[in-house]
């Protein structure tokens, strides 16, 4: 008796060419998530700083990934040999992940590091927030 198989196993991204913008050389295996929608030349100036004070350019050493909302992605489809993630309030399942991380923590898979942020937005006004980034920025990179 022959069946077919009806349950997905594993969703293959099908994304919009209008989803996913992304930028960068990765050179240092750094992958940077941001939401597309909140990410304007004011976040894009302050990412820049981030990146910087971690002794990264963000241009040569990392690839920023904007998404939508509703974008699924496969991170090695951009960097295939990506050693470190900062998601700026992108959620894990977005790229694969189905975990509930705590932000401001960084989080090792295997041989990558993850640290899960909030969105740029919500850390540009914040003094706390962005002492949390900075001190695990810091863990993560320069120690």
Known sequence: ?????????YKIPGNSPS????????EKGLVVLVHKANF???????????????RYDL????VLVQV?????????????????????GVHSEVFGYKIEPKLY?????????????????SISGNVTKKQH???KLQQMFLK
């Open 19 to 26: 989803d996913i913008e992304v930028s960068g050389n990765g």
């Open 59 to 62: 241009d040569q050493d990392a």
């Open 40 to 54: 304007d030349q004011a976040h894009a100036g302050m990412l820049h700083k981030i990146i910087s004070a971690i």
């Open 1 to 9: 008796m022959n069946s077919i198989l009806m349950e997905v196993i």
């Open 68 to 88: 939508s909302n509703d974008a699924s992605i496969a991170l090695a489809q951009y960097l295939p040999n990506y050693k470190d993630v900062i998601s700026f």
């Open 105 to 121: 923590e960084i989080l090792t898979i295997g041989d990558k590091n993850i640290m899960f942020c909030d969105a740029l937005t």
């Open 133 to 135: 980034l900075w001190n």
